[in-house]
T-cell receptor, first 106, second 110 residues
């Protein structure tokens, strides 16, 4: 079948580093995207990986391994405002994972 | 300001009463789509449109209709809403691989 798997919840403290993993099984794959959604808000785009490797954008980085059907989002120097849900999404099938709720504690 | 707008933001209706949720984007994007978001299920695509007059079903199209008569507008139509369509709906438009989402429409069908 077609699916994206990511952990449902992650908790970390301010200043720490957290990694949110995503494994996917899909028929149409062009790349893997990550979105952030705060409670009551709309999803906002964070990153996109079409090729294997690491993409860095400030405190956030995203990694893709096409051969392993796996990617992750890495958040560094966590801040309270990073508390949100994070979704991986396949570009092609336009499928989203169920989301990972990140809680950053002081 | 580049944006996707949706109306209404909140709607409570009754079973069987036809409704339309409007979506408009001012970025001249060709690709637009509708999603519903339910707890624990993430976002599921309802319909999408690659361009004017071109629409296609997503993963959960049953009970919904769409139209794309103009590039900027992509309304979602529920001809006969049922309680299982109670959800949070998002419209999105896309440039390349980045999707821009509207603010969402929270729909309750009684």
């Amino acid at each position: 079948g077609q699916s994206l798997e990511q952990p449902s919840e992650v908790t970390a403290v301010e200043g720490a580093i957290v990694q949110i993993n995503c494994t996917y099984q899909t028929s149409g794959f062009y790349g893997l995207s990550w979105y952030q959604q705060h409670d009551g808000g709309a999803p906002t785009f964070l990153s996109y990986n079409a090729l294997d490797g690491l993409e860095e954008t400030g405190r956030f980085s995203s990694f893709l391994s096409r051969s392993d059907s796996y990617g992750y989002l890495l958040l560094q120097e966590l801040q309270m405002k990073d508390s949100a849900s994070y979704f991986c999404a396949v570009w092609g099938d336009m499928r989203f994972g169920a989301g990972t709720r990140l809680t950053v504690k002081p | 300001e580049a944006q996707v707008t949706q109306n209404p933001r909140y709607l409570i209706t009754v079973t069987g009463k036809k409704l339309t949720v409007t979506c408009s984007q001012n970025m001249n994007h060709e690709y637009m789509s509708w999603y519903r978001q339910d707890p624990g299920l993430g976002l599921r695509q309802i319909y999408y449109s690659m361009n004017v007059e071109v629409t296609d079903k997503g993963d959960v199209p049953e009970g919904y209709k769409v139209s794309r008569k103009e590039k900027r507008n992509f309304p979602l139509i529920l001809e006969s809403p049922s309680p299982n369509q109670t959800s949070l709906y998002f419209c999105a438009s896309s440039l390349n691989n980045e999707q821009f989402f509207g603010p969402g429409t929270r729909l309750t069908v009684l």
